[in-house]
T-cell receptor, first 109, second 118 residues
Framework: RKEVEQDPGPFNVPEGATVAFNCTYS??????FFWYRQDCRKEPKLLMS???SGNEDGRFTAQLNRASQYISLLIRDSKLSDSATYLC??????????FGSGTKLNVKP | GAVVSQHPSWVICKSGTSVKIECRSL??????MFWYRQFPKQSLMLMAT?????????EQGVEKDKFLINHASLTLSTLTVTSAHPEDSSFYIC??????????????FGNGTRLTVT
């Protein structure tokens, strides 16, 4: 079983839609969680960390469910510029980071 | 914010030559840096963990004699692709996080190096 699993998508949504991605992780002792965004042929960029209480940054909301071992990312009012691949990253210890395969989002006019 | 600089951004080389890629943490120290490879439309794959002052830890299937890693200082790690072949053509990315950081500190990525071997 993979350490981190994501639905690869693609998710094709119209502008203005709300879209949510989930990511499951297998190690219950995982310590920290992140969402990154990767554009085609570019490096991943940190979108947001994910905290136990849930956190919001503008149109983006991240949630952590430790009991069920998943994290989620909700994007409201999707923009064309949100089209990218979204990676979840789980840290199980200081030097151990595990990446999901990424979920591709296409926001269409 | 923490910045990781990677150089060169792209390189074209002939088969059989070696290519060195540098990864620098510009405003923080990093005892550990990570090297990844990404083929088109595929996921990031961790190649190795670079440790300052000691040997790198390679992932299964990655040839340590082909991908030489040197982490000589707290702000610089290098990856040398030796005797490159066309199948080594890929996007190579490094990442790091501050040694002084906490468990909640995220990874910061270099801008990547696109290697094409002809």
């Amino acid at each position: 079983r993979k350490e981190v699993e994501q639905d690869p998508g693609p998710f094709n949504v119209p502008e203005g839609a709300t879209v949510a991605f989930n990511c499951t992780y297998s190690n219950s002792a995982s310590q920290s969680f992140f969402w990154y965004r990767q554009d085609c042929r570019k490096e991943p960029k940190l979108l947001m960390s994910v905290y136990s209480s849930g956190n919001e940054d503008g149109r983006f909301t991240a949630q952590l469910n430790r009991a069920s071992q998943y994290i989620s990312l909700l994007i409201r009012d999707s923009k064309l510029s949100d089209s990218a691949t979204y990676l979840c990253v789980v840290n199980t210890g200081f030097n151990k980071f595990y990446f999901g395969s990424g979920t591709k989002l296409n926001v269409k006019p | 914010g923490a910045v990781v600089s990677q150089h060169p951004s792209w390189v074209i080389c002939k088969s059989g030559t070696s290519v060195k890629i540098e990864c620098r943490s510009l405003d923080f120290q990093a005892t550990t840096m990570f090297w990844y490879r990404q083929f088109p439309k595929q996921s990031l794959m961790l190649m190795a963990t670079s440790n300052e002052g000691s040997k790198a830890t390679y992932e299964q299937g990655v040839e340590k004699d082909k991908f030489l890693i040197n982490h000589a200082s707290l702000t610089l790690s290098t990856l040398t692709v030796t005797s490159a072949h066309p199948e080594d053509s890929s996007f190579y990315i490094c990442s790091a996080r501050p040694t002084a950081g906490t468990v909640n500190s995220p990874l910061h990525f270099g801008n990547g190096t696109r290697l094409t071997v002809t």
